[in-house]
């Protein structure tokens, strides 16, 4: 299995979510995911400011070989993106736990960071 790091959580979208305490996490998308797509070209982000609803839509990210959605695995107010995206979209290859993460929010709903997969079930389902 690829790169998955423990003490973050998951979703079956493959992103991948941070706790970063006072109610603010960082999201970004699987290593899996990034190899899934191969390499990424571009990435379309929300605005600071704009307000995510669990399991919808916030954004592109394409590749040579395709696009696919982001979907948002938490609730809450998008708080800052990774500008580093915009001109070096290709960090989500190399560093997709790292330099490549995608935005941070407040959250509006903590109680939906207890329904995220851990690492374990994360892999069982990448497996599947």
């Not at 379309?44 to 704009?50: F, H, I, M």
Request: aromatic residues 8%; proline residues 5%.
């Amino acid at each position: 299995m690829s790169n998955l790091p423990q003490g973050l959580s998951y979703v079956e979208s493959h992103e991948w979510i941070r706790n970063e305490g006072d109610g603010i996490v960082t999201i970004g998308v699987t290593d899996f995911a990034q190899e899934q797509l191969g390499d990424v070209v571009f990435v379309e982000l929300p605005d600071v400011g704009a307000e995510l609803v669990s399991a919808d839509e916030f954004g592109v990210i394409e590749s040579v070989k395709a696009a696919s959605d982001l979907f948002a695995p938490v609730s809450g107010e998008v708080i800052a993106i990774n500008e580093l995206l915009a001109d070096d979209p290709e960090l989500v290859n190399t560093d997709p736990y790292g330099d490549a993460w995608l935005l941070q929010i407040r959250l509006s709903h903590p109680e939906e960071l207890e329904h995220l997969l851990d690492a374990d079930a994360y892999s069982q389902l990448c497996e599947e």
